[in-house]
Every structure is written in C-alpha cells, then in structure tokens.
C-alpha cells in the first residue's frame, strides 16, 4: 500500500527519511519535476527504481544533495568551476557531472565513473535528504512518458512505491539542466541556460551523450507534430481527413480541434507542458500540433522535451 503525505511538517518528512534509510521508495517533490527516490548509498534499494520505473539499465540517475559539502563526498577531482557554479546556481534546477567516488554505487550511474548531483530547492526535498542521505531519484514517472508535475501524474504511473508526498504542482515543470563538468558540456538543457552557465561551454543538446537522452522521452501517447503557425489550419485540416482526432497546442491561434491549448509565456509553457501532454492523451487524441518557439533561453528546454516527444525512436 502506498502511503500518501500531503503537505507534510517535520514530523512526516522524518518518517519518509526513515524509509529511505531503511531501503523503501519515496516520491518526493522538487521544483524542477517529482522524484522518485531512494538512497543513493543502498544498491538493492537503487534497483527497485529501474523496475518500478521499467527504466533501461543503462540509464544513470540523479544523486540529490542538500548540503554542498557533500559534493566532496560523492565527486572526486572537483574542479574550481563547480564549487563556482553550485554556489551560483544551488539549491536550482543545475545538475552537475562529475568523476565519482568510490562510495557511489555503480547501480546508480550505470556502470559509468562520473556521477550527476544536484540540490534541489524545494523545502520538503531538502528537509528529507537532511534527515535521510543523498537520495537518487529520477523523475517518478514510467519510462518514456511526461515527467509528472502533479500528485495526479505519480498516481496515474507508478504502481509499489511506499511513500509519496504532495508538494503540490511543481514550480518550474522542466527536468534540470544537465552540465557535464568534465567535458564543459551541456547535455540536457533546462531552466538554466548555457548564457547564464557562462563562456565557454557549447550547446550539445543534440549530442546524445546523456545515456538517458538518447531514448524516446516525454512522450504521450499521442503522435506530436511541430510546425510553423502557418502551417497550423493545413496540418489539422489534413489530419481530420484522414479520421484522427487532433489536438493543438499553440501561442494564440484558436481553431475547431477536439482539444485547444493556449501555452501562455514561455515560462507558463514550461510548467504545463507535461500536465497538457497527459490531458491529450486523457481525451484519446490520436495527433497533437504544436507550434514551435524560437530555441532561446527556456524556450531551447522547452522546444529539446516536444522534439525529444516527436521522436520514432
Ligand atoms: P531523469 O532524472 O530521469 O530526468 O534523468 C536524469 C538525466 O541525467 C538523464 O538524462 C541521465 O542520462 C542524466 N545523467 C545521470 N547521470 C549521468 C552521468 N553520470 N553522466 C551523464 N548523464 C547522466
Ligand atoms: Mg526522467
């Protein structure tokens, strides 16, 4: 049975970090997306998160942190630029590839010798890694589908989890940026920008060297087409011959489709987009048009998730 915390005080936290220290799973909420963690020390507690999650062996998670000082404890040769950039940007949607220690078990990254770490800003998140560990989570979510930014979306998905806290919608509805600092390299954008990362480190969201960006992701189950805006009346128009039922996700442009979203700014865009992509497939959409945005600032996160969705592969 899976116990659900809403809006838990010291009290609940410090029960949800005893069954992390005792090996149990717990979906807790960040501001970037939910997570579905487990101590990132215990190797038979990782591994329940591929399975609850069907998630591919070879896909490496996230070790969360809410003192940075533990940098030191799970990373060896940390650079200057790191403890630079998690001054800046910790507790925030930064996470950061660095050579890992001896004590991060290798179910955690995969087999791979570098080690993702980030600290959330989120209260309840903070408040259950202090009283627990380092907890590694990857979004609580079955493989492949959105990210869940909402109680709902964990309930809709994830079957034998022992704990999950409602924290809420969560603030920012994008996963973090991932920096690999060994390579200066971005390789998954999100709320921070490379501009705000600073000189020197290339745009690569096209390189799948993330092991787990290579992978159909963020995907309902509807069909997701990008276009222009004036090519929006023809594409639905051509669709709805052919029988399906079409969705339209778009800046302003109002038409006559079974489902009509309205994305808002780009910051509104962000947060509900995966709460938009579950609501299509809620309503059996069989193809969702969406009108792309210029691949700046989060606009470059947002537009990496819909085309990561579009995907055959
Ligand atoms: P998730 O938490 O499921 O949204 O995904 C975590 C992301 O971090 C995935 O894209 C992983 O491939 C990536 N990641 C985690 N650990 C590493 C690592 N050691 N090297 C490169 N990418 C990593
Ligand atoms: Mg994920």
């Known amino acids: 049975m899976t116990k659900i915390l809403k809006n838990p005080g010291a009290k609940e936290i410090k029960s949800a970090a005893k069954a992390i220290l005792s090996g149990k799973l717990v979906v807790f909420p960040t501001e970037t997306v939910y997570g579905l963690g487990a101590s990132a020390l215990n190797p038979g507690a990782v591994r329940k998160i591929y399975k609850v999650k069907g998630r591919p062996a070879d896909n490496p998670m996230i070790v969360h942190i809410a003192k940075r000082s533990d940098l030191f404890v799970l990373a060896r040769n940390v650079p200057e630029r790191a403890i630079d950039l998690a001054k800046r940007?910790?507790?925030?949607?930064?996470?950061?590839?660095l050579k890992k220690s001896e004590l991060v078990p290798k179910e955690v990254t995969a087999g791979l010798d570098t080690v993702a770490i980030r600290m959330p800003a989120n209260r309840i998140a903070l408040e259950l890694i202090r009283q627990s560990c380092p907890i590694a989570a990857p979004s609580a979510n079955r493989s492949g589908k959105p990210s869940p930014t909402a109680l709902e979306h964990v309930l809709e998905d994830l079957k034998d989890v022992d704990i999950i806290i409602d924290g809420g919608k969560s603030k920012i509805g994008l996963e973090s940026t991932?920096?690999?600092?060994?390579?200066?390299?971005?390789?998954?954008?999100?709320?921070?920008?490379?501009?705000?990362?600073?000189?020197?480190?290339?745009?690569?969201?096209?390189?799948?060297?993330?092991?787990?960006?290579?992978?159909?992701?963020?995907?309902?189950?509807?069909?997701?087409?990008?276009?222009?805006?004036?090519?929006?009346?023809?594409?639905?128009?051509?669709?709805?011959?052919?029988?399906?039922?079409?969705?339209?996700?778009?800046?302003?442009?109002?038409?006559?489709?079974?489902?009509?979203?309205?994305?808002?700014?780009?910051?509104?865009?962000?947060?509900?987009?995966?709460?938009?992509?579950?609501?299509?497939?809620?309503?059996?959409?069989?193809?969702?048009?969406?009108?792309?945005?210029?691949?700046?600032?989060?606009?470059?996160?947002?537009?990496?998730?819909?085309?990561?969705?579009?995907?055959?592969?």
């Open 89 to 97: 940007f910790w507790p925030g949607p930064l996470t950061m590839v």
């Open 178 to 313: 991932v920096l690999d600092v060994t390579k200066n390299k971005v390789l998954r954008p999100g709320k921070i920008t490379p501009q705000q990362l600073k000189a020197g480190i290339q745009k690569s969201s096209r390189v799948a060297k993330s092991p787990g960006m290579k992978y159909r992701h963020y995907a309902p189950k509807a069909k997701i087409v990008i276009t222009r805006k004036s090519d929006i009346k023809n594409l639905i128009e051509k669709y709805k011959k052919q029988g399906k039922r079409v969705g339209l996700m778009s800046k302003n442009y109002k038409y006559n489709t079974d489902t009509n979203i309205i994305v808002g700014n780009e910051k509104q865009f962000a947060k509900n987009l995966y709460t938009n992509l579950r609501k299509f497939d809620r309503k059996n959409i069989d193809i969702v048009i969406v009108e792309g945005i210029a691949e700046k600032g989060l606009g470059l996160a947002i537009m990496n998730r819909l085309k990561k969705a579009s995907s055959k592969s």
